[in-house]
């Protein structure tokens, strides 16, 4: 099998310090509080719809290191027709869709569902963590990171 490689655009790490810092403490600030595999669930679904394949493949390798099971990261991107996930974890993942793909809004229900498994600081944080793997997808879709490199 032939593989093609996407050229990386360049390393963000090194030619903008100041700004990937900043994003990574932004990072360890929203995780605050959340449990570890649900943040995993969520930074793969919304790098899924982004079409983020090196936070689609780090994010995979975290949740296995999280004790996340090969059955539910499979079944992630049809979360909606998957029986594997929890009301809690659908909540969140219903909520990270409709932030991630912000043109479409967030609906009343979506936010209504959100809070009715999350106290408000946790709800907080949460969609502090969607909209910082928003754009970690945003800054690695755009240079082209490769899977598989730091």
């Known amino acids: 099998m032939t593989t093609f490689q996407v050229p990386e655009r360049m390393n963000f790490s090194q030619v903008s310090p100041k ?7 932004l990072d360890a600030a929203a995780r605050d509080g959340l449990d570890p595999v649900l943040v995993e669930l ?4 919304a790098s899924q719809v ?7 493949d780090y994010h ?22 998957s029986s594997l996930f929890t009301e ?17 809004g967030v609906a009343d229900a979506v936010y209504a569902e959100a809070e009715k498994h999350f106290e408000q ?3 907080a944080q949460l969609i502090a963590l969607i ?6 997808n945003r800054m690695n879709a755009t240079t082209r990171k490769t899977p598989g490199t730091l």
């Open 88 to 104: 809690k974890e659908r909540a969140a993942l219903a909520l990270t869709e409709a932030v991630t793909v912000l043109p479409k």
């Open 42 to 45: 969520v930074q793969i679904r």
């Open 19 to 25: 700004v990937f810092k900043a994003v990574l403490a």
């Open 60 to 81: 995979t390798g975290d949740a296995r290191k999280a004790g996340e099971s090969e059955e539910r990261i499979y079944q992630l991107s049809a979360w909606e027709e």
């Open 131 to 136: 909209f910082t793997v928003n754009a970690w």
């Open 50 to 56: 982004n079409k983020c394949a090196y936070c689609i």
């Open 121 to 123: 600081k946790e709800l």
